[in-house]
């Protein structure tokens, strides 16, 4: 596992930094100070940034960094990490990674050792995704789990199927019994724990949920999980009585069965007519 304190330590940083989707008055102060002060800013397009960077009065260099280049570009930014420099991403408007390039890098710059470290996100779910390691997209956020252990068991049973990332809010006292409780269930997946986002003691710890249980009984601020979704052969894995609850859910909330259908075929990766088939079928008296 890897912990990686973003103000505490020396290390040469990757900056996730949002910008504006339309209303230039929305550009936050740190992100317009993060721009200032790394040595390089990624983007898609230098032309369309160099209009933002005008407004702001902002003078850094700037690198592309898009979809057709990214894998070369991510050898580049490495490069400029292990040489002590610090980089900026940013995408043409909105947030990196979501929609937009940027998780190969993200992959890169963690497994390097380098610091990850999301800017200007008014959104503790997404700062911790992008930051994450993880798969960005797609991705599911839920919120706080359950605390009745029925409930908790009910829920997680449903969600272990799903084969995108999943975002969890978690307050400190319950952050380990959760991880406990979810391990038999889910299975010991790869995670991101993202504690005082923003703030001095802003961490994310990266590993497995194993990992995350030995270590977090002193950790203490509001807390992001982020779980990798399900990787498996999911016509294995998926246990059809629980799709049959999934389809419930879909129909309690206003949707026709045959939408329900298709929607969790959708999620789990299961073959739409099997789906059908076993939902449909009658049981022998």
């Known amino acids: 596992m890897k912990r990686q304190k973003s103000f505490q330590n020396d290390c040469p940083s990757l900056y996730l930094v949002a910008t504006p989707i339309g209303n230039l ?12 002060t790394v040595h390089i800013i990624a983007c898609e397009d230098t032309r369309t940034s160099s209009k933002l960077l005008s407004t702001f009065d ?13 894998k070369d570009s991510a050898e580049g930014i490495i490069k400029l990490l292990e040489a002590g420099q610090n980089i900026a991403l940013i995408s043409d408007a909105g947030l990196p990674l ?4 940027g998780a190969h890098l993200v992959r890169s710059v963690l497994q390097s050792g380098f610091n990850v470290i ?45 084969p995108m990332t999943l975002i969890f809010y978690e307050a400190p006292h319950r952050i380990k019994k959760t991880l406990l409780r979810l391990l038999p269930l889910m299975g010991d997946r790869r995670a991101c724990l993202a504690r005082e986002l923003t703030k001095i003691h802003e961490e994310f710890l990266r590993g497995t949920i194993t990992e995350l249980i030995d270590v977090v009984d002193d950790l203490k601020g509001e807390m992001v999980l982020v779980l990798e979704g399900n990787t498996s052969d999911r016509e294995k894995v998926v246990d059809l009585t629980e799709i049959n609850a999934m389809i419930q859910q879909f129909i309690e909330n206003g949707v026709s069965a045959s ?5 969790v075929s959708k999620i789990t990766g299961l073959n739409k007519n099997e789906i059908y088939n076993h939902y449909h079928r009658k049981e022998p008296s």
């Open 118 to 162: 999301p800017i200007g996100v008014a959104s503790a779910a997404l700062s911790a995704l992008i930051a994450s390691g993880l798969e960005p997209e797609p991705f599911l956020f839920y919120g706080f789990l359950p605390l009745q252990d029925k409930e908790f068991t009910q829920e997680v049973n449903q969600l272990k199927a799903y």
């Open 259 to 263: 939408e329900a259908i298709k929607e």
């Open 25 to 36: 008055d929305e550009m936050s102060l740190r992100a317009i100070d993060c721009l200032k």
């Open 98 to 101: 979501v929609s937009d390039p």
């Open 58 to 70: 902002i003078h850094t260099k700037l690198i592309a960094h898009h979809m057709h280049n990214e």
